[in-house]
């Protein structure tokens, strides 16, 4: 980690996490730039990015343009930048380690089939599970990608996609929305 921030520092792109309401970033000016052309506003609380070193850190968030992430995936070959629907940043996580690997695990615990599952995704970390589960159904605002191997294809996420997918697959007793 030590490592991947100090080669971030001075590029154009931000890398950190948010933890509850602070935000632990590198470039954080590009973690606002991104807030307020999404959201038109910026309300971070942004800390020293090197008490990450301290702190049990999991995954970290890249937020930047999606032709940057390769500057990341070559200087550190042992993690992965998935890509969010918005293209405009990613999960940076180990190699080998996944949604996927998560519903296995699940699955393992409670005794079931994985063919028994259903996952639901937009963005490029959902590709592994979307793949593994039973049936994956991408979001109708996912990345392309996403769309091409999943089982089926829902409406946005902002315009109830789950719900439709649910609905239009029979998951449902009624059809009636509570």
Known sequence: ???MLEFSAGKDFALGITSGTEDYYVNPEYVT??????FGES???????????????RSMTYIGKADAIHK?????PEVKLPLFSSREGADVIEKGVSKAEGLKRLCNYYGISIQNTIAFG???NDFEII???GLGIAMGNSVDQLKLIADYVTTDIGEDGIWNA???LGLFKTSERK
């Open 166 to 168: 649910c609905q239009a």
């Open 122 to 124: 937009d963005s490029m």
């Open 131 to 133: 793949q593994e589960a």
């Open 43 to 57: 309300e971070r609380h942004f800390k020293d990015p090197a008490q990450l070193l301290r702190m049990p850190v």
């Open 72 to 76: 990341l995936e070559e200087a550190f």
């Open 1 to 3: 980690m030590k490592r």
């Open 33 to 38: 730039i991104h807030d307020m052309t999404r």
